[in-house]
């Protein structure tokens, strides 16, 4: 008899425990629900064009776009042609991309995905900067972005990079629904640079669209090699992605 | 024997809860804008404001920098921006405009934003222009940047988001507006349909445009066959555009046929323009198809034409296969017949 209340008495604080104290699954769901109801008519924004003389109310987001004016000027907002309520939208899945230990001759690759949603404009960029090398601040010590196996590949140039003795730091785009990576991925193994903004370098683009579309989705694979002779230590960077639509 | 059952119970629920737990979700961010794009005219003296939405899509807050960008248009000519680089001059008659343009919320100037879960902010676009301004075009983003920290407890690359809104501010009085097809194009020779057409329109004049039209296809007998409207879009001044049709656009339209037509580059990359596409299947025999472009009210519109054949060669040769074979059985049979 004490066996029998002592089990139960354990199922139930488990399951108490798990009713109370860890959060549920359908908290996430709910907050994806959301998204379902933003994809109807609701407005996103609300407010007046004001000149000197006069005041107009508007009503700018899903619904239409339009044509506002005050004193001598007119504002046209959104594109009129396109009748989409999706808003322009650019998520990054994960931004802490963790290299672990690199060890010598061991690439390591990390991924993150981009998702682009682009109803309300046809078309659109996602540009690519680096902050600068992957760098120790301890010793100033850097590890260069790839020149790939044979040298040749740059921030707007892609090469492949399969050698474990090719060391460096770099990217690559593969689709994940669209066709929206940056040409010069269509091999696995092709990667390139990020532009380096601390070299003055252009921003490049990383992914495009020129149609409408929600959740085109690209990874980007980071990948990064050393040699036996680099210094110990712990190499950090920033990578910035810019989504734009198009004008 | 209760000293048992008491480390038991604790191992049991400690380990449930070690198991049980979720896994922490990595930091991730998503912004959203709208409208997508703001065009503004105006005329010296003019106190502009309009409104415009940010959104922080993401389940954790977003501390968002607001920072005005300078662009020009991207040399592939598909409407894509081309961010000006810090130390490149601003393009348009006065370098010192950003002065007069900022972002306010609740009329408070703001140069830093911070969104919550789920937040939506609506924010204003001021721009004052005195009336002493010259007539210039200014092209620039209202971009949000989050403000990504190196992680330097590991070896890791931390990526931060932004989001653009481009901005298209022209101040007149502007003068006359020019512009031409630069190209106007299609396959000479074309085995079946859909036809796709690239157009490109050059603006030759420093103000932007928007630019609309049709194109019209004609059979050998001068008959109006087909008509494809193209998408209105913007041409910034001294720049080109290659424009799709309209239908690429819908994203309720079932039957609309996305094309580019792809050119590779002298440094291996790819270049993807868009094209008008004619979703004809069928063709046969030469076409006259003519390209209208509308760039400004008051002004002519700018014409193009050009010819293609069409020459159905897999029909033509499954037909003379089916005619060689019933050709060789009429022979037979009538050996046969004759025997």
Known sequence: MLKLLTITFIVLFLLAQKVIILPSVEAFTMSNANYVIEMGNLNSVAGKSTGPNNKLGITVGEIAPG???GTNFKVRAGFQYISSIIRFRFSISNTDINFGVLDPTS???????????NGSAFGYSVTATESGQLRNPANGAIIPDTTCDAGNCTESTSAAWTST??????????NVTGTDCASGFSTSTFYKQFPDISKGESPQAVMSGANVGRNKQVQISYKANVSGTQAAGLYSNVITFVATPTF | MKLDKLIFFLLLTTSYLLLATPAAQAASIDLGISPPILQIQALPPANIQTAFAVENGSDEPIQATIELRPFRANPSDNGEVSYLKPNDPLLGANPTIFKKIQVRENDRVVTTILLGPKQKKTLSLHIGIDSRESPSDYYFSILFLTNPQANT???NTTTGGGIGLPVLLSIGPKGKAAASVTEFSAPLIIDHGPVPFTIKVANKGSYYVTVSGHILIKNMFGQLIGKVDLLPVNVLGQSSRNIPDKKQADENETNALTAYKIEDKE?????????????ESFLLGPYHAEVIINYADGQPPVKKSLTFIGLPTTVFVSGLVILSILLLIHRKLKTRLRN
Do not use: H, K, M
């Open chain 2, 153 to 155: 407890e590991t070896s």
């Open chain 2, 267 to 279: 440094d291996g990359t790819q270049l993807r323009s868009p094209v008008a596409v004619w979703p």
């Open chain 1, 165 to 174: 003795l090719t060391f460096g730091f770099g990217y690559r785009c593969d």
């Open chain 1, 67 to 69: 044509l506002y004016s």
């Open chain 1, 107 to 117: 690439p390591v690759i990390r991924t993150n995905i981009l998702t682009v949603s």
